[in-house]
């Protein structure tokens, strides 16, 4: 479903925006029967507590939305977006000025908050519209909308309906959208192109495993995104409980992500040479399963001991990342939903992401915190090496012992990149219950702020 704002035009009713510390001062301007309604149904201007007003004749006048006071501001995200979920259908306004930092987040909010995934079930009445606020270019948040609603679907479609086929399918719809040349690399052909690991992991899966390529931009500095496109994980050999399946049609989280990041990038317009690197496969099992302690010759030469059949998205993005190095861009960007060990350090809603460019990282924090997708910086702790190091290979793709897992995944990674600087983002991708803009389901995280951040990164 389109995510828009409704036309400048459009009449539209009023949604004033309440802080706590101000309601006896903004009920003061109201009219006396407005005012006492309020006081009858006891509206307090907390977070994301939303009150009708009455007009004449019973119509319906308006509405009001509690921010809360300033401890509840600092906790909560996307407040005046709950309001799109409980007004009544139609065309609404923000009533008085916003800075220009809340207005972007209560638009773009807004938009977000509208998002269903319907294609299994009949979506829900139609929601409230809202007109974009002044001075926001509403035109850039729509296609960040956009860009998260790709993301959001191909996470929430099961792995019945999004195998590497039907990631293969809506890559190349992407490239098509916007004049991208695009190719996958299929099969044996795997081989042939020296991507041995991504065969391997996907050789056991009756849908052969891929590589996905797009480029796009003629000019400007290089940046490629790597994304994570596992679509169900069995976890191979060494089996996940069934517990531990039922998410897993998210795994392919970070290559949902890299492409509705891609979506933005290519709808605004930003003057970059994008690629786009997507290994697509099924980490299934039968007869020619990749075994514990098998040990497989990366793209880059580099041998791995599998210790963990479980731990096989960083072999995927391996070969990408070793193929993404060879042009030696202006910065690799890895996505990928690789580890538990990340989501036990910082939630579901942090996006950690780790980089050895003190530069990088400090214009992600910063483009996170104003675009509010918030990330945390992770250590590339080099004293970690030898924990990848089992001795009998070059490399061990899951370390025993239990500690450290994204920290140790992140190192693994990173020995893939030797040309370029690099960033990886160890993500979750799913909301797991509903909260303002964030539907319970699959969600983007770290796109918002890496779009808002590559200008400064990259100097555009």
Not at 324 to 330: L, M, R, S, T, V
Not at 345 to 362: C, I, K, N, R, S
Not at 429 to 448: E, F, I, L, T
Request: with cysteine; proline share 7%.
């Amino acid at each position: 479903m389109p995510l828009t704002f409704a036309p400048a035009d459009a009449a539209a009713l009023p949604l004033h925006v309440v802080p706590k510390e101000r309601l006896t001062d903004w009920r003061a301007t109201l009219d006396p029967a407005a005012a006492g309604w309020l006081a009858a149904t006891g509206f307090a201007a907390g977070a994301g507590e939303v009150a009708l007003l009455p007009g004449a004749a019973g119509a319906l006048a308006g509405a009001a939305i509690g921010l809360g006071d300033a401890a509840a501001r600092a906790r909560n995200r996307f407040q005046i977006a709950k309001a799109a979920t409980v007004l009544p259908a139609g065309v609404w306004h923000i009533a008085g000025p916003l800075d220009p930092a809340d207005a972007d987040e209560a638009a773009l909010g807004w938009l977000l908050a509208q998002y269903r995934f319907d294609r299994y079930h009949a979506g829900k009445a139609a929601l409230a519209m809202l007109k974009a606020p002044d001075g926001v270019d509403a035109a850039r948040l729509e296609a960040i909308a956009a860009g998260e609603a790709l993301t959001r679907d191909l996470i929430n479609t099961p792995a019945s309906d999004m195998g590497p086929d039907e990631l293969e399918a809506a890559f190349m719809a992407l490239a098509q959208r916007f004049g991208a040349q695009a190719e996958a690399i299929r099969g044996d052909d795997l081989l042939a192109r020296n991507l041995p690991m991504i065969h391997a992991v996907g050789r056991a899966s009756t849908r052969a495993p891929r590589l996905l390529d797009l480029r796009w931009g003629n000019s400007g500095p290089r940046l490629t995104l790597v994304g994570k496109g596992v679509c169900f994980d069995t976890g191979g050999l060494d089996i996940k409980p069934s517990s531990g399946m039922l998410l897993m049609k998210k795994d392919m989280g970070g290559a949902a992500t890299v492409m509705g990041l891609a979506q933005m990038i290519m709808g605004l317009g930003l003057p970059v040479r994008l690629r786009v690197l997507v290994p697509a496969v099924e980490n299934a099992i039968s007869g020619n399963a990749v075994r514990p302690r098998d040990i497989l010759t990366s793209r880059k030469g580099l041998t791995v001991e599998i210790n963990n059949t479980d731990a096989e998205g960083r072999l995927v993005l391996a070969d990408a990342l070793a193929l993404a190095d060879e042009e030696a861009p202006d910065l690799i960007v890895s996505m990928a939903t690789l580890t538990g060990a990340a989501r036990v350090a910082v939630g579901p809603d942090l996006a950690p992401f780790y980089t050895d460019t003190d530069a990088h990282a400090a214009a992600l924090s910063g483009a996170g915190a104003l675009v509010r997708d918030p990330v945390w910086r992770m250590p590339f702790w080099t004293p970690y090496e030898p924990l990848i190091e089992p001795g009998i290979a070059d490399l061990d793709n899951a370390p025993q012992g239990g500690f450290a897992g994204s920290i140790t995944a992140a190192l693994f990674l990173r020995r893939f990149v030797d040309a370029a600087p690099y960033m990886h983002f160890d993500i979750y991708g799913h909301m797991p219950a509903d909260a303002p803009a964030r539907p319970k389901g699959g969600v983007g995280q770290g796109a918002r702020a890496l779009l808002q951040a590559l200008p400064q990164m990259l100097g555009l």
